[in-house]
């Protein structure tokens, strides 16, 4: 009876340099060639755009599933391998949680600086330029007699 042999998984996250920053869905030629239909590979980048992981290769019904699911169950965001070579981010994610669209809730900013209507005929309290002062006198009202 053969032994039990557990299958090498990668670790990733105790070297800075092997930290992936993102899952990008990449076209491979290789696999496409030799069994004649299209097959895609999972790339786990680096801050630098570098190669850390190869996943795949997998068949086109079954790549944007995969490729879902091990964003989302790493934190990681989906990216695109563009045609250049470049990378494209697909969506943007902050850890588990993805982000999405913000939109302004308020639509009458523009009328901020303006006064409320129950406010617009009363008027604010102000001071006389000189206050009357007086000095001598027993009562606040006088020579009413």
Not at 53 to 63: D, K, N, S, T
Request: proline share 6%; charged share 25%; with cysteine.
């Amino acid at each position: 009876m053969p032994a039990f042999v557990a299958a090498r998984l990668p670790v990733f996250g105790r070297n800075a340099a092997l930290r992936p920053t993102g899952v990008a869905l990449a076209f491979s030629d290789d696999a496409s060639d030799a069994c004649g239909e299209d097959r895609f590979d999972l790339l786990l980048v680096d801050a630098e755009g570098a190669v850390v992981e190869r996943l795949g290769p997998f068949c086109e019904a079954e790549v944007v599933a995969v490729w879902r699911d091990v964003a989302d169950k790493s934190g990681l965001p989906r990216m695109i391998v563009k045609e250049d070579g470049g990378l494209a981010s697909v969506s943007r994610q902050l850890g588990p949680v993805m982000l999405g669209l913000t939109r302004t809730r308020r639509r009458h900013g523009l009328l901020s600086g303006r006064r409320p209507r129950f406010l617009v005929r009363r008027k604010t309290a102000s001071l006389p330029v000189r206050p009357l002062i007086h000095r001598g006198e027993s009562e606040i009202v006088s020579g009413v007699c």
